[in-house]
């Protein structure tokens, strides 16, 4: 399948419509933090289990206004025949949505979702791309994004992207489950 590529910044109306792409993916392995630390994907083995990322009704897109101003986010999307095929949600300049690291001069990756019959043509990489642009319209100084250590795949694409690991914190979401916290940090521009 051939995918014709282009990225539109969206309204938050449309948070339903891209929360509706799913976000779930099989856990396999695990990174190694001590390798991870040292630059290196060495990945562990697990039990094999279905993480879905929608599963806490307070952690959706759709929940994120009744608990944050979103008023300078943005959603940048691409559509293929009207059909919403991946999104990324990004909150720059933001002093209420924080992650470890953040300033009021970070953009924040708070959400990433391509469709999982559209992956691995290229979405993710052109909505990486078009949200470091226009972050760094925005004056942003870096962009942030987190994730856990059993999103391998994640994690990959974020090095390949040129994000360097800023942060490891192990056991960061217990007691609901073991998993080690990453930040990943791409520099922008200085003021």
């Known amino acids: 399948m051939e995918i014709d590529i282009v990225i539109h910044r969206e309204g938050l109306e449309l948070l339903p419509e891209y929360e509706s792409i799913p976000c779930v993916f099989e856990v396999r392995s695990r990174l190694n933090l001590d390798a991870l630390a040292r630059g290196e994907f060495v990945e562990i083995p697990c039990e094999s289990h279905p993480?879905?990322?929608?599963?806490?009704?307070?952690?959706?897109?759709?929940?994120?206004?009744?608990?944050?101003?979103?008023s300078e986010w943005g959603i940048l999307s691409c559509r293929v025949d009207g059909k919403l095929l991946g999104g990324i949600l990004v909150a720059p300049?933001?002093?209420?949505?924080?992650?470890?690291?953040?300033?009021?001069?970070?953009?924040?990756?708070?959400?990433?979702r391509v469709h999982p019959?559209?992956?691995?043509?290229?979405?993710?990489?052109?909505?990486?791309?078009?949200?470091?642009?226009?972050?760094?319209?925005?004056?942003?100084?870096?962009?942030?994004?987190?994730?856990?250590?059993?999103?391998?795949?994640?994690n990959r694409f974020y090095a390949q992207m040129g994000f360097q690991l800023k942060s490891i914190e192990p056991m960061?979401?217990?007691?609901?489950?073991?998993?080690?916290?990453?930040?990943?940090?791409?520099?922008?521009?200085?003021?």
């Open 93 to 112: 300049n933001n002093r209420e949505y924080v992650i470890p690291g953040s300033s009021h001069s970070t953009a924040i990756l708070v959400d990433i």
């Open 172 to 191: 960061a979401y217990a007691p609901l489950t073991d998993e080690a916290r990453l930040i990943w940090s791409i520099r922008l521009i200085e003021h």
């Open 51 to 70: 993480k879905n990322f929608d599963a806490f009704e307070d952690q959706r897109p759709t929940a994120l206004p009744g608990r944050y101003n979103l």
């Open 117 to 154: 019959d559209a992956r691995r043509h290229g979405i993710g990489t052109a909505l990486f791309i078009s949200a470091i642009s226009w972050a760094t319209t925005l004056e942003c100084t870096e962009i942030l994004v987190e994730t856990q250590d059993t999103n391998v795949s994640a």
